[in-house]
């Protein structure tokens, strides 16, 4: 691991922290490599029945780090992030997340794969991928819409409108909204109450539940095949300066 992702086992409950606070877990590819071997370690273990993704205080995921996606963009196709995102689609495990602060990217888009998600009061949820000539990822052109109804979809991933807790709640991405104190306890508590479950008869009512798999597994390769074309262009490269420079 790269020390900024920790994996910890607390009994049958998989911990996947995203934990690099001082830039608010903006995912690097080599966290997107740690996170994929942490979840498909879980799939391959008996042991593990749920998994749960946390962030650092103040800040679940504050979505890609926009200088290392400019230099893979150097270069050739990258599968990292690809491979993180079809990880999620076909987990085998249940997956829960606890989320307290910003959710930006990625980091509301992978919630649209996890079976339940805790959300502190003080979290926001936003996709600003239009605003960097992007698209949005993580198969969020299919369940977006089929989560939240297109307008709502529409609002979040095209015009990068952020949502509260309660407005996440009420369009379905999050469960339970509690105080932001209580993020990790609750959504731990969730976990085990999941891995508790006759794991074979959840295994296969989840399956149900998911039937789409391979409908979402060509979405994320649609979409990814558009994102790093689009990735290279001029449009996204002047965003990106543009957004980096105000960093500055």
Request: hydrophobic fraction near 50%; aromatic fraction near 6%.
């Amino acid at each position: 691991m790269t020390g900024a992702v920790a994996v910890t086992d607390d009994s049958a409950v998989r911990i996947i922290r995203m934990n690099r606070p001082e830039k608010k877990n903006a995912l690097t590819l080599a966290m997107y490599t740690d996170m994929t071997r942490a979840l498909r370690e879980a799939d391959q273990s008996d042991a593990i029945r749920c998994v749960v993704f946390a962030g650092a205080p103040g800040a679940f995921c504050a979505g890609n780090d926009i200088a290392d996606f400019l230099k893979a963009a150097e270069g050739g196709r990258d599968l990292r992030a690809f491979d993180f995102l079809k990880a999620l689609a076909l987990g085998q495990k249940p997956m829960v997340a606890a989320v307290a602060g910003v959710a930006i990217g990625i980091g509301t888009t992978m919630l649209l794969h996890c079976d339940h998600v805790v959300a502190g009061a003080d979290a926001t949820f936003s996709t600003p991928f239009l605003k960097l000539a992007l698209i949005p990822e993580a198969a969020s052109t299919l369940l977006a819409p089929m989560r939240m109804g297109y307008a709502r979809a529409f609002s979040m991933l095209m015009m990068g409108r952020p949502l509260s807790a309660e407005e996440a709640r009420a369009a379905g991405i999050v469960n339970t909204v509690v105080d932001t104190a209580e993020v990790d306890a609750v959504a731990l508590k969730a976990a085990q109450e999941i891995a508790a479950l006759p794991p074979g008869a959840l295994a296969v009512a989840r399956r149900l539940m998911r039937g789409h798999r391979d409908a979402v597994v060509q979405q994320i390769e649609a979409e990814s095949m558009h994102f790093e074309d689009l990735l290279k262009s001029d449009e996204a490269r002047a965003a990106f300066q543009a957004f980096l420079a105000r960093k500055k």
